[in-house]
């Protein structure tokens, strides 16, 4: 039962993407973009937050920070992982729905789009620390938009 257990964390964004890209093995995660030779190479360091959650928090509180990154944050933020990327196990949901809508191109707005195909044009631009610094806060704020966009939705739906 145990490796059920494993399976059971969701994927989400971890290691820059704006698609999930981190499976935890065993309480830690791993960056699915560093596959080769059938296992992956990259991570294993990082806890995971929903089945590792204590070392996790441990890993990111800040209270020096401006605001202070407090329990309560870092809980609330993983609950706004488990709300989103959290797919349960239904057999008659089809994998349609189960891709997030803000990853989904064809159903992104103009604005998102406008956001994604910024990320893309920096990556172009080469590879530097700077740029990749600037495509993940592209991508956080692609992020925040989409969380608008996401709420505005489910507003018009109920
Ligand atoms: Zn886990």
């Known amino acids: 039962m145990k490796t059920e257990e494993q399976n059971q964390c969701p994927e989400f964004p971890h290691f820059g993407a704006i698609y999930p890209d981190a499976r935890c093995i065993d309480g830690y995660l791993w960056d699915l973009d ?23 928090i441990e890993n990111h509180l800040d ?38 809508r803000r990853i989904r191109l064809d159903l992104n707005t103009p604005a998102e789009l406008a956001i994604y195909n910024a990320m893309q044009e920096v990556e ?9 610094d600037c495509v993940i806060m592209l991508s956080k704020a692609k992020d925040l938009l989409s969380d608008y966009v996401d709420e505005k939705l489910k507003g018009e739906e109920s």
């Open 34 to 56: 560093k596959f080769e030779d059938g296992k992956l190479y990259g991570g294993g360091e990082d806890p995971c937050p929903f089945c590792n959650t204590e070392e996790y």
């Open 63 to 100: 209270k020096d920070s401006d605001p202070p990154v407090t329990r309560e944050r870092i809980l609330e933020y993983i609950q706004k992982l488990r709300d989103r990327y959290d797919t349960p196990n239904k057999p008659n949901m089809n994998a349609e729905n189960q891709v997030p």
């Open 124 to 132: 172009k631009v080469g590879a530097d620390v700077r740029l990749t």
